[in-house]
């Protein structure tokens, strides 16, 4: 038979409430009485309930999660460090896909709260100040994760983005690339900003000059990434391409396909995730890699730090975690330019240049 918090309170020869403040943390007790406790605790194997000690507090024991793209492993690798910590703390998770779009970000915020789930990991769309704010009203705890929003007053764990896409176009311009192509993101996002940023910062240390008409909008997706980056590769301009997320990445990769150019020989390649895929396709892709999984984990703790240390929560953090360039076969030095390749392989294509 599992033992209760009366036998605890019992074998440590301290009240229930003694126990109960020791667990949840509510009220300060002292050293020795802890010490009590928690060798009672780890002598009767006692795991608290944290189901009621939600149902006490009025919420349930499970946590949301919102992300914009459920297709793109990379949001998977995050779901999963969520769910691990959820998990460590006896709490269900309920993921729910947004699909970038404000208004049904907003309606999974209110169908959450109105189901007092314990508290939310979001990657907010661009609208998430607003969409956000009522769960900031009603004091339930928040952690951002992936995308940031400036003077939100809620943890946030982000990836060093403009650091990232610095590395990847500083990698492209030692290698001699000039007319370097980008597959931009979703715009008003934070790390669409953060790697254009890194990409513009880049040419300016180098002292050479920005064609910001080779930024291409992909919208984060596998279609729009290809149709940008066919664009890009008609003009017969860009030596290499920067994927700012590995949907338009594998884009990029179909449209190479389509128009018979071959990866780093004709045009350089960096993508900014990395992937099984990356690694074992041929030739292997140069990548900027996130900790994915790592964002995830770390969000979850975030959150139940917050969880736990009610009602006197500690201060907001704000977490970056480094990006690595992972330099593979897919970039190379520039060599004759791609119109030319174009053209001498009779492309049914080259009518459009």
């Excluded at 229930?16 to 009767?44: C, D, F, H, Y």
């Excluded at 959820?86 to 729910?96: K, Q, V």
């Excluded at 779009?101 to 607003?130: I, K, M, W």
């Amino acid at each position: 038979m599992a033992a209760t918090i009366k036998d605890v309170a019992k074998r440590a020869g301290v009240s229930i409430a003694t126990v109960s403040n020791v667990i949840n943390g509510s009220r300060r007790v002292s050293p020795e009485l802890k010490k009590k406790v928690q060798k009672a605790i780890e002598e009767l194997g006692y795991q608290p309930n944290p189901f009621g000690r939600a149902l006490r507090k009025g919420e349930s024991s499970t946590i949301a999660l919102l992300i914009p793209d459920r297709s793109n492993p990379f949001y998977a690798q995050i779901a999963w460090g969520v769910e691990e910590q959820a998990r460590r703390y006896g709490y269900a998770l309920i993921t729910c896909h947004t699909d970038e779009d404000p208004g049904l970000e907003e309606f999974y915020v209110s169908s959450l709260l109105h189901r007092r789930v314990a508290g939310f990991v979001v990657a907010p769309t661009s609208a998430g100040r607003d969409t956000l704010s009522p769960i900031l009203r009603r004091g339930v705890p928040l952690v951002l994760v992936d995308r940031v929003i400036e003077g939100l007053p809620v943890d946030q764990v982000s990836s060093d983005n403009e650091g990232g896409a610095y590395m990847a176009i500083r990698h492209l311009l030692q290698l001699g690339h000039r007319n370097i192509g980008v597959l931009s993101g979703v715009e008003d996002i934070s790390t669409t900003q953060d790697r254009i940023r890194g990409y513009k910062k880049a040419f300016a240390e180098s002292g050479l000059p920005l064609d910001e008409s080779l930024i291409a909008p992909g919208c984060s997706q596998i279609e729009e990434g290809a149709a940008a980056a066919e664009s890009l590769l008609l003009s017969g301009e860009v030596t290499a391409i920067f994927s700012i997320n590995n949907m338009m990445t594998l884009g990029a990769l179909h449209s190479l396909k389509k128009l018979g150019l071959r990866c780093p020989e004709d045009v350089s390649l960096v993508g900014f995730d990395d992937s099984e895929w990356a690694a074992v396709m041929t030739p292997g892709l140069t990548v900027v890699a996130q900790q994915s999984y790592e964002l995830g984990y770390l969000a979850g703790a975030l959150l139940f730090r917050r969880l736990k240390r009610r009602p006197k929560p500690p201060k907001p953090r704000t977490v970056k975690l480094r990006t690595i360039l992972i330099i593979r076969e897919s970039t190379a030095e520039p060599r004759e330019p791609l119109s030319g390749k174009l053209a001498a392989r009779g492309s049914s294509v080259v009518a459009n240049l």
